[in-house]
């Protein structure tokens, strides 16, 4: 971790907001009623002006919960961490809706309110220190449909997607106490992007963005570090290829291979494995998969049917 970035009396935590999984109950286009389980709705527990102490976890602040275990919660999301400024814009957002603009801590679906901070400033693997607790900043937030029934009004997510109030998850790595009003130490990762050129890159609005593997893995969670690596960038003499994709009319150029070892077929009608397949296959083979490796193995195991008619390499 680089230097400490001192912001003073700038940067402080406002307010905490925890929640249990509750009913959201909305209304479809259609006119029928429906009901979603949902942890979104949190209330502030602690503030400025009765800033009680609230026990972090690993997973998170004692007396709340996550619904949607798969996009929210874990130790990668135990923490969801929102600018104070961000409540302006939605008021006003609403206004517009003729919807009630009073927003009391906790609306947006947040746990920690802070003030002094934007996605613009925030680095993923930056860390803070609130006193005895020590968080790290592992992903953006992204808005789904549940935001918008909180909202109020469909076009939400997509708002937020345009301005890039996203917000920031965060992994525990020194659990403890802390409450509202306490300060904030920001220490920040040169090597990793801002929360907002992230949040660009995760929902497609920055082309321009260049997706390269990370220094240091350990400051990610594990969904974005797949995602960062799997992104291979396209080829610049790559050969365009009709019906790849959802391109089907042949425009976009075929990518390069994600995994350099085993080779694209790019020929569709072939069933004949490439050139080396097999020898590059068995020295990378898994210990499940070692009978590839063997000449034994090789000389007499079957292949599908649909190969029966094709000699396999040698080589």
Not at 173 to 183: D, P, S
Not at 191 to 211: D, H
Not at 257 to 286: C, I, Y
Request: one cysteine or more; charged letters at 20%; hydrophobic letters at 35%.
């Amino acid at each position: 971790m680089a230097k400490l970035h001192d912001y003073g009396n700038l940067m402080k935590l406002i307010a905490i907001c925890t929640g249990l999984v509750a009913p959201l109950v909305y209304r479809t286009a259609s006119g029928d009623i429906k009901t979603e389980a949902s942890g979104i709705k949190k209330q502030a527990v602690s503030t400025e002006q009765n800033p009680i102490p609230i026990e972090l976890k690993k997973l998170g602040l004692e007396g709340d919960e996550q619904c949607n275990l798969s996009v929210h919660g874990g130790l990668d999301k135990a923490v969801y961490m929102m600018p104070a400024e961000h409540y302006e814009f939605w008021k006003a957002r609403r206004q517009e809706k003729n919807l009630d603009t009073d927003l009391p801590w906790g609306f947006l679906g947040e746990n920690l309110v802070v003030e002094g901070l934007d996605e613009t400033q925030v680095r993923i693997g930056d860390e803070f220190e609130l006193g005895e607790v020590r968080l790290r900043v592992t992903d953006p937030r992204e808005p789904c449909h549940k935001f918008a029934i909180r909202m109020g009004f469909g076009a939400a997510p997509k708002q937020m997607i345009q301005q890039g109030n996203c917000g920031w998850y965060l992994r525990v790595v020194q659990a403890g106490q802390l409450h509202a009003g306490i300060g904030l130490k920001h220490f920040v990762n040169p090597q990793g992007k801002t929360v907002l050129e992230s949040f660009r890159y995760k929902t497609r609005k920055s082309n321009g963005f260049v997706v390269t593997p990370p220094r240091q893995p350990a400051v990610f969670s594990k969904l974005w570090l797949a995602l960062w690596l799997r992104a291979t960038p396209v080829a610049p003499n790559a050969q365009s290829t009709r019906g790849w994709g959802r391109n089907r009319g042949g425009s976009q150029p075929m990518p390069t291979p994600l995994h350099p070892s085993r080779p694209r077929n790019t020929n569709r009608t072939a069933l004949q494995p490439t050139p080396g397949f097999w020898a590059k296959h068995a020295a990378t083979a898994r210990p499940a998969q070692s009978h590839l490796a063997s000449d034994r193995h090789r000389a007499t195991c079957e292949l599908p049917p649909r190969l029966q008619n094709h000699q396999r390499p040698t080589s």
